[in-house]
């Protein structure tokens, strides 16, 4: 994993990920080893990236800690100089709208500590990010800053995608650092003519090819029906994608080879899958389904990790009331381990959709209060994951597997 680093869709990272897992299956002489042909949108940060208060009349010119959003326009060489607005969320926009026009929107809505699950908050807060600039285009605003999406106060900043409008303006985005958004905010309190100057050289290239990787245990009874485990090969271009999401590729490919290595013969197919894509576009899991209706197979059930590599403390899950009912029977067999949470709703992006075939979507539940230290930085590297958590995570992983394919479950 140090050797391939960061992996975003289309990247050369990418491709040497795509061969590194495939050699790794083939190596764990897995029945099946192949990849599945997807075209992945291909953005580039580019190789400058400047965002500075211009006119602090306390600090004069001050630097900040920024990374471009995923999907992001660049602002080219001649860069963006505009006056800044704080708004504290998505909500402000209708109520501020009239103000937008010429300026830099700073969304500093906060991920709200009190909310036990960070995941809850990041879901709270991530529309600053996915939407903002899509939102308050209309209304004139040249480009946008987010507060990075964690509740670590620090100089980090945190990537992550955004989607445009078709029929709207893109405009650039970019993210700044806790700490710096706390300055800028703290600034814009004691003079309002605050001066932002940005420049960046984000683009969006051509399509290009990438792959889905698969290794398979063919089923001895029930070759027909699938139960896939995997996460997602991609990752964002900073750090090296270790939790987010490599964790989740090593865990699946780990369920298979934990087979492998006890010599339990799986009655049905069991499938690791790296699936490409899901940080900018999810076209890998949306390839995967489609080539899977195409060949009429039906997964019972999918099983992805994509919420880090710590310590499990249960599973997500989407499915009828029946599907749901098999699982909570078999918390019990959990419990001794420490997995306990089994009631949220969930799954994955990559395997929702699969719901169409009526497979039961199944996310592992790590505990999540240090994911948002990492999520989508530089920090997020191999020495960021502890080794027993990560195989915790595995082997849970692998035990609903077994569980899945001796019992199957119904719809
Ligand atoms: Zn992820």
Redesign the pocket.
Known sequence: CKDVGHRLSGSTGAAAAVEYTRQLMIAYDFDTVYLQPVMVPNWKRGPVEILKIMNSKKRGVIDLNALALGNSVGTGSQGILAEIIELKGISEIQERKNELAGKIVFFNGPMDPTLLETFSAYGAAVSQRSSGAARTAPYGAKAIIVRSMTQSLDDVPHTGSLRYQTDIKAIPAMAISTKDADLLSQLLKDQANLHIYMENYAEMLPEAQSFNVIGQLTGTLFPDEYIAVG??LD?WDVGEGAH??GS?CMQGIEVLRVFKSLNIKPKRTLRAVMWMN??NGSKGGKAYANLSEMRKEHHIAAIES??GGFVPRGFTSTGSAKQKQQLSKWKILFEPYGLHDFDRTGGG?DIGPLSKQGTFLIGLLPDGQRYFRYHHTEKDVFEAVDRRELELGAASMASLVYLLDQYGIKN
Request: charged share 55%.
């Open positions: 996460g997602h990752s987010d999401d989740g899901e940080e994509d919420r992006a």
